[in-house]
Each structure stands twice: as structure tokens, then as C-alpha cells.
């Protein structure tokens, strides 16, 4: 499994039946139980390929949401250097037989992920695949401070810089890679958006993408937007309040 990339997503939400029909039709993701566990977990499928899991919210908690795994092949050291550059571990590290070892931790600025470390280090992710419709496509952070962040991630997982594109006011967006490969970017907060992981899906044309999100009663917040390279791009929110992005041709 890819190691200091995401490699799966999580929806956190309010009602796991009414998000299954909504991103069934959005996205075409096909359900199947996860047998075992304490509480419900459903696995989300694009074309026979995993791509995430649903489960509901936590006793205490009211607001759905998405939530990436980034894989590493070291739970305890990858927690530990969390803590020791000012992040925060607030879950685990804990094992779920056959599965893994997972910690839900944020970085020094706030904002939540989580580390997966999987029990078969030669099992393969299929979440992100920027080719195929349904998958992980973007990752994009929404920090207060975006310097302090970069070299937060860079000293964690690697990551590098790859291009920056001026935004005006809106500041710079930079390009983050892993290995050499493209696969998200970063930029400063901006009012209401509360500072976060957004993830991006993969579709096969943002103008139907943009119908099926209305007609099955998600919110579109912004675009679509044409972006460098000529992809367009929509944020928006399921039925149930989590927030999530589009990425796909015009």
C-alpha cells in the first residue's frame, strides 16, 4: 500500500442510508456491509474498486464529515512524530483485526485526518485514482497559515511543492506532490470556510455532476469553475451538511 499518501476516505454522517442513496446517484458507488464491529461501517465501491466507507456520527457529535487516511507503514513512529512537530493525536492508535492500525490525529493548525497503517503491507489501495470517475481525485487544505502547514506536512509525509498560481486576493494556491506526483494543493482559509481537508471526486462531466448534486438534494456552494489544464471543479454539500468537491470535464 502506497505509503505517506491518502489511501482511503471516510464519510462521518448524521444518516448512512440517506448518504448511500445520495452518493449512489451522484457517484454510482455500490454498498456492502462491513460483518463485525461494534457499530455499523458500510464499504463504498466505483466499478468493483473500493473507494471509501460510511459510518455514523459519534454519540456528541452533530456536524457530518469527510475524513482522509494517509498510509504509513509505522503507526506508533508516524503518531509520535505528530506529536513531537505540535499536532495532536486524538484517537488510538488502535487495531482493527485484519484490517489495520488507525489514529485520528490533526495537524499543528487544527485540521483533522487520520494515519492507517494496514495489517498486510502489501495490499493495495484503490481510493485514488485520478483517471477513473468515482475515485479520490484532490486533496485540498484550507489553513489558517499555509507556510507553517507546508513545512508541518513536508516534515510528516515528504511532501514537496510543485507549482503556485496567484489567486489575488485569495492569496496563493501551491501545488503539493508526493514522489514527484501532483496530488493536491493548498491555500489560506478564506471566511465562511472553517480551515479543513477537502476531497475531491472524480467525475465524467461536471455539468450533469452539477444536476445529479441538486436533483438528489445536495448543495452546490461554488463553480463550476474551470481550472489549469482545463478541468472544472464544484464544491458542495450532501443532504446531510458534509462538505465535499467535484472534479471533471466541462
Do not use: C
Amino acid at each position: 500500500m502506497p505509503t505517506n499518501r491518502f489511501v482511503w476516505y471516510e464519510l462521518v454522517t448524521s444518516d448512512i442510508d440517506a448518504a448511500l442513496t445520495f452518493y449512489g446517484q451522484l457517484l454510482g458507488w455500490t454498498p456492502r456491509e462491513f460483518p463485525g464491529g461494534d457499530s455499523r461501517y458500510v464499504v463504498v465501491s466505483a466499478d468493483g474498486r473500493d473507494v471509501a466507507g460510511i459510518m455514523a456520527l459519534p454519540e456528541g457529535m452533530s456536524q457530518p464529515f469527510w475524513l482522509g487516511y494517509v498510509g504509513t507503514p509505522d503507526m506508533d513512529a508516524a503518531a509520535a512524530r505528530f506529536t513531537g512537530a505540535g499536532g495532536v493525536v486524538h484517537r488510538g492508535p488502535w487495531d482493527v483485526p485484519t484490517i489495520g492500525r488507525l489514529a485520528l490525529v490533526s495537524d499543528k493548525q487544527g485540521v483533522g485526518l487520520a494515519l492507517f497503517q494496514p495489517a498486510d503491507a502489501g495490499r493495495q489501495s484503490t481510493a485514488f485514482h485520478q483517471g477513473l470517475p468515482g475515485h479520490g481525485n484532490w486533496h485540498e487544505l484550507h489553513t489558517p497559515d499555509p507556510e507553517a502547514a507546508f513545512a508541518f506536512y513536508a516534515d510528516q509525509f515528504g511532501w514537496t511543492k510543485g507549482d503556485a498560481m496567484d489567486m489575488g486576493p485569495m492569496g496563493k494556491y501551491q501545488i503539493l506532490k508526493a514522489d514527484d506526483a501532483q496530488m493536491g494543493g493548498m491555500m489560506k482559509a478564506q471566511e465562511p470556510m472553517r480551515p479543513m481537508w477537502l476531497y475531491y471526486f472524480g467525475v465524467r462531466g461536471i455539468n450533469d455532476a452539477v444536476a445529479r448534486v441538486r436533483d438528489n438534494g445536495g448543495t452546490v456552494l461554488h463553480g463550476p469553475s474551470e481550472v489549469p489544464g482545463g478541468a472544472h471543479i464544484i464544491s458542495a454539500t450532501d443532504p446531510q451538511g458534509a462538505m465535499f468537491a467535484l472534479v471533471g470535464p466541462g
